[in-house]
């Protein structure tokens, strides 16, 4: 691992301003890139989020809140599990997601899972794009790691299952191929995998 990539906080119902003011006025934060619940959000449910960053921008904190849908999202899944707003994940880089995944799922890591069609579906996006990855594919669906890309980089990540016995924190595995962004490609996605392991659960 090489750092610290981010971590994320979630927040209860309309706290999530609150919240980044608290990071503007206090620690000199400032907004560095926002989502709503029309860009993340699947057939059952949906969050807002904002991204603050220090003045350098060297520490990132994207901010959840809940946006209303059909059903309980992940977000109030873990406020209701944690008992209010804390760190829902942290966000660990690497320069080497293949080896990195490969040695924590031989070490007994659960990762959340990704079907067959989302790699279909990515193998087509990326044959019409410029991004060459240097990974192989293979190895990538094999171990059902999340894409995202844009023109100029892209990027690689997976997503533990809950590390505890409640479905509160776990951890990302990150690889930035110069790419800043947070995989909001992957959002509906990973979405699609965390409301299969609640329905799981039963609290979907």
Same mark, same amino acid.
């Given at each position: 691992?090489?750092?610290?990539?981010?971590?994320?906080?979630?927040?209860?119902?309309? @706290?999530? !301003? =609150?919240?980044? *003011?608290? /990071?503007?006025?206090?620690?000199?934060? $400032?907004?560095?890139?926002?989502?709503? %619940?029309?860009?993340?959000?699947?057939?059952?449910?949906?969050?807002?989020?904002?991204?603050?960053?220090?003045?350098?921008?060297?520490?990132?904190?994207?901010?959840?809140?809940?946006?209303?849908?059909?059903?309980?999202? @992940?977000? !109030? =899944?873990?406020? *209701?599990? /944690?008992?209010?707003?804390?760190?829902? $994940?942290?966000?660990?880089?690497?320069? %080497?997601?293949?080896?990195?995944?490969?040695?924590?799922?031989?070490?007994?890591?659960?990762?959340?899972?990704?079907?067959?069609?989302?790699?279909?579906?990515?193998?087509?996006?990326?044959?019409?794009?410029?991004?060459?990855?240097? !990974?192989?594919?293979?190895?990538?669906?094999?171990?059902?790691?999340?894409?995202?890309?844009?023109?100029?980089?892209?990027?690689?990540?997976?997503?533990?299952?809950?590390?505890?016995?409640?479905?509160?924190?776990?951890?990302?595995?990150?690889?930035?191929?110069?790419?800043?962004?947070?995989?909001?490609?992957?959002?509906?996605?990973?979405?699609?995998?965390?409301?299969?392991?609640?329905?799981?659960?039963?609290?979907?």
């Amino acid at each position: 691992m090489e750092a610290i990539d981010h971590c994320v906080g979630n927040q209860d119902w309309g @706290q999530m !301003e =609150e919240a980044c *003011d608290y /990071y503007e006025k206090c620690l000199g934060f $400032h907004r560095f890139w926002s989502v709503d %619940d029309n860009d993340i959000c699947t057939e059952f449910s949906a969050l807002k989020s904002v991204v603050m960053a220090s003045p350098d921008e060297c520490v990132k904190m994207p901010i959840n809140e809940p946006a209303h849908g059909v059903k309980k999202s @992940q977000i !109030e =899944e873990y406020v *209701d599990f /944690y008992n209010g707003a804390g760190v829902q $994940h942290i966000a660990l880089r690497t320069p %080497d997601i293949i080896s990195t995944v490969s040695a924590m799922r031989a070490r007994g890591v659960d990762f959340i899972s990704v079907p067959d069609t989302y790699y279909a579906t990515m193998r087509a996006r990326l044959k019409t794009s410029a991004v060459r990855l240097v !990974e192989d594919m293979d190895e990538i669906q094999r171990l059902n790691i999340l894409i995202d890309f844009d023109e100029g980089g892209y990027l690689l990540q997976l997503f533990t299952k809950p590390l505890l016995d409640r479905p509160t924190v776990f951890v990302e595995i990150i690889q930035r191929n110069n790419f800043d962004g947070f995989g909001a490609g992957n959002f509906k996605s990973l979405f699609e995998a965390i409301e299969r392991e609640q329905a799981r659960r039963g609290n979907l």
